[in-house]
């Protein structure tokens, strides 16, 4: 499985932006899709996570702000967030867990300016 992120940019604190992340397979097989990120020399941290039936988690820092869903049909998860604030700055990468194998798509950055 290939993931490729997408949607990143600049925003002003406020506004919104929806992340993309496309896979090179059918993802109706697969169970776990997340969003983490990751700030500079930070660990990435969970984000949101999405199963195949649709039920979503949120970390609690996004809860009520960031919505995660996916189209099975067209192989994409997405992670729309509205409200930005600067301290959701960083880059955001996108993960699922397929055959017990974990696989990542590279990174995109996410700038909320004050």
């Known amino acids: 499985v290939q993931l490729q992120a997408s949607g990143g940019g600049l925003v002003q604190a406020g506004k919104s932006l929806r992340l993309s992340c496309t896979a090179s397979?059918?993802?109706?097989?697969?169970?776990?899709m997340a969003w983490y990120r990751q700030y500079p020399q930070k660990q990435r941290e969970y984000v949101a996570a999405i199963t195949n039936r649709g039920s979503t988690n949120y970390a609690d820092s996004v809860k009520g702000r960031f919505t995660i869903s996916r189209d099975n049909a067209k192989n994409a998860l997405y992670l729309q967030m509205n409200s930005l604030k600067p301290e959701d700055t960083a880059v955001y990468y996108c993960?699922?867990?397929?055959?017990?194998?974990?696989?990542w798509g590279q990174g995109t950055q996410v700038t909320v300016s004050s």
């Open positions: 397979g059918n993802i109706e097989n697969i169970n776990f």
């Open positions: 993960r699922c867990i397929y055959n017990g194998e974990t696989y």
